[in-house]
């Protein structure tokens, strides 16, 4: 509960399509939600109000897919392959983990969330590893503060079926890992695979009914780098896309950065949307998701930031990268447009997730899960396109302040508008 307040004379990002409006007023009730909007000053002395002028007023940004756990390993492993670094069991960070005592994990990982509150965001979707007290230890964490988790579980042991079973693509997943993935979707938001490589074709179908029949969210890696793609056809004849458009159809793949343009024509088909990683995948060296690609093959796209390990969770950081490499790669500079890129970090996660009846956007009835950004800042000033500056040039120094649900999450309180003015 909060108590119903107005910020006044800000440039606001209106609605789902960001529409730049100047000298705006926004009216946040006392269960947090915007409750009105509207152009110059507001006649109402009976109401606090807030001085925004100067401010660029943003949706909260939605950061799709981290692993928030790493933040413990931040550079550990710098320069070393992907494969080295990320797969279970034996990769470096998986190691670490398993080494590590879990209170320097824990405070790291506090830590992680109070930066992600102070970057701008109001959700996040997390792959946890570590089996349902993984799951736990995060959302204890996250109880307290002003950001909310969608935790997708794993399990905590891998391979999930027998090497056997894999290999040959045959056999079913046992009832005690439905029953793990039960207590994972239960304690959290739905689960995760690492990618279709884990489970047979049967298993795969398995875990999607499973998941669905407990209304959670089902999310993997797809299409991540070139072994995904030559395990999965070794064994069933056909890709990891290929197979998880056939048999899970998750609510979303992550990467897709070795996805052919027909894959993505088949996800698009499919209705299954895609969630982006570009700094992640750029510093590891496996290249850059084509999100501009699969955007012009009708699917919906966001951009997240995936491992701390590996890069900042800042939404504002990844959209920055990710908009100058892909305009170098087309040699083009006219698409994504900065919208689009906008886009990518607040309504098109909210649609993929579900949460677009309250999160994504600022419109009537939602959720006041807003950004501040301060355009008076030596960076931005002055700012002759306000989305093109949030893009192109804003960092997370040029955040005034992040409310969550109508909440102060992070940042200065602004100056109250004298009564009478
Ligand atoms: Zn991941």
């Not at 409750?35 to 940004?61: K, N, W």
């Not at 928030?68 to 392959?81: Q, R, S």
């Not at 990769?91 to 830590?111: D, F, I, K, N, W």
């Not at 002759?384 to 909440?407: E, H, Q, S």
Request: with cysteine.
């Amino acid at each position: 509960m909060t108590t119903e307040f107005v910020l006044t004379g800000a440039t606001v990002l209106r609605g789902s399509d960001l529409v730049a409006s100047h000298d705006y007023w926004v009216k946040v009730d006392k269960g947090g939600r915007v409750s009105a909007l509207g152009p110059g000053p507001l006649e109402d002395s009976t109401i606090t109000q807030f001085d925004a002028s100067g401010m660029i007023i943003c949706p909260a940004f939605l950061n799709a897919h981290t692993h928030v756990i790493d933040g413990f390993l931040k550079e550990i492993g710098f320069g070393l392959p992907f494969w080295d670094v990320f797969m279970p069991p034996d990769g470096l960070r998986h190691h670490a983990l398993s080494v590590t005592p879990t209170e320097v994990v824990t405070e790291q990982l506090g830590r992680t969330l109070d930066q992600m509150i102070a970057c701008g965001t109001s959700l996040f979707v997390d792959f946890r590893e570590g089996g349902l007290p993984g799951v736990k230890l995060l959302e204890r964490l996250a109880a307290h503060r002003l950001i909310q988790p969608l935790t997708l579980g794993r399990f905590a042991a891998y391979p999930p079926q027998p090497p056997d079973d894999l290999a040959a693509n045959e056999g079913a997943l046992g009832i005690e890992a439905l029953d793990e993935i039960s207590g994972l979707v239960e304690e959290g938001a739905g689960f995760a695979l690492v990618s279709a490589n884990d489970l047979t074709d049967q298993g795969l179908a398995q875990v999607a009914a499973h998941v669905r029949s407990l209304g959670g969210l089902l999310a993997l890696h797809v299409a991540e780098s070139p072994p995904y793609r030559e395990i999965s056809i070794e064994r069933t004849g056909q890709s990891d896309v290929h197979r998880v458009v056939d048999h899970l159809s998750p609510d979303f793949a992550v990467h897709l950065t070795f996805a052919t343009p027909e894959e993505m024509d088949l996800l698009a088909e499919a209705g299954i949307p895609a969630v982006c990683c570009p700094r992640n995948h750029a510093v590891i060296g496996l290249g850059i998701p084509r999100f501009d690609l699969m955007l012009e093959a009708g699917m919906t796209v966001a951009i997240a930031t995936d491992n701390v390990i590996l890069a900042s969770p800042d939404p504002l950081a990844e959209i920055q990268f990710a908009s100058r490499v892909i305009r170098a790669l087309r040699e083009d500079a006219s698409f994504p447009t900065a919208t689009d890129m906008l886009k990518m970090i607040t309504i098109n996660p909210a649609k993929i997730l579900g949460v677009d009846h309250e999160r994504g956007s600022i419109e009537i009835g939602k959720r006041a899960d807003l950004v501040l950004i301060d355009a008076t800042t030596v960076n931005l000033a002055p700012v002759a396109d306000p989305i093109a500056a949030l893009v192109n040039r804003a960092t997370a120094a040029d955040i005034r302040a992040v409310f969550n649900n109508g909440v102060l999450a992070h940042g200065r309180p602004l100056e109250m508008v004298p009564s009478g003015r």
